[in-house]
């Protein structure tokens, strides 16, 4: 097996999902490799949180297929999801269970071995800076600290391709400073998806843009390209966002 197959973890093909009046998604094609961090942008209504849910197999595409390292999501659900971990964007937290109890069972879901189990929650716990915390009360930690114990159960059993869903979503500068420097860490022996409407955030955070309008994917590009030619990520994302926004405006 050559190098480049070890380390693609995610291959998108012709991937489409149709609603009964509409395609949310049409026919897109992507892949990722490890250590990338990729910004999936889109404005409401894009096909962005379609794709994830078919990423993640929580929706089943109409056509397409998703390989995660190499596995079959649609054929091999269960193996596959071994190599996934997913943070939606309300993070799916019992909030009655402490820190540790949590994170337990997140690795247990996840297949993590019986004898590695308190080492994968231990690592996990420091890695998303919650230390300290393993007795606490999910519900009485603030939204920063929750947000991180929702990556945390997304990681914990070590995955390759990691999805998240506005992550700093509700959080402070120094909230959003920490996930910035967490995802970072994570790239380096992950792929990583990272959804946002924050332009900036993408522009900080990601190596890669991908930008879908309308189901489609209109711009896939690294952000080391996008910064050589001196182009501003806003004008990009607004110029193939708006200007088929209202057809009959243009046909005036």
Do not use: W
Request: aromatic content about 4%; overall charge negative.
């Amino acid at each position: 097996m050559t190098e480049e197959a070890v380390n693609l973890t995610l291959s998108v093909e012709n991937l489409s999902h149709r609603y009964s009046a509409f395609t949310g998604v049409n026919s897109i094609n992507f892949e990722m490799r490890r250590g990338e961090v990729l910004g999936l942008l889109g404005p409401n209504g894009a096909g962005k949180s379609t794709t994830m849910r078919m990423l993640t197999g929580n929706l089943a595409p109409s056509t397409g297929s998703v390989l995660i390292c190499g596995v079959d999501l649609l054929k091999n659900p269960d193996t596959a999801k071994i190599h996934l971990g997913y943070l939606p964007e309300i993070p799916p937290l019992y909030q009655n269970m402490s820190v540790d109890e949590y994170l337990r069972l997140a690795a247990t879901l996840h297949r993590v071995a019986s004898h590695c189990l308190e080492s994968a929650v231990i690592e996990t716990r420091h890695h998303c800076g919650l230390d300290g915390r393993g007795r606490q009360i999910i519900g009485t930690l603030s939204k920063g600290f929750q947000q991180r114990v929702g990556i945390a159960q997304a990681i914990v059993h070590n995955p390759d391709v990691i999805i998240l869903d506005e992550p700093t979503s509700g959080l402070d500068p120094n909230q959003i400073r920490e996930v910035r420097h967490l995802i970072g860490a994570l790239a380096t022996h992950s792929s990583v998806i990272f959804s946002t409407h924050i332009l900036s955030e993408v522009e900080n955070v990601c190596d890669r843009v991908l930008i879908m309008h309308q189901g489609d994917i209109v711009f896939d590009r690294k952000m080391g390209d996008i910064h050589q030619q001196q182009i501003h990520l806003d004008a990009i994302f607004t110029d193939l966002t708006q200007k088929h926004e209202n057809p009959e405006e243009q046909r005036q």
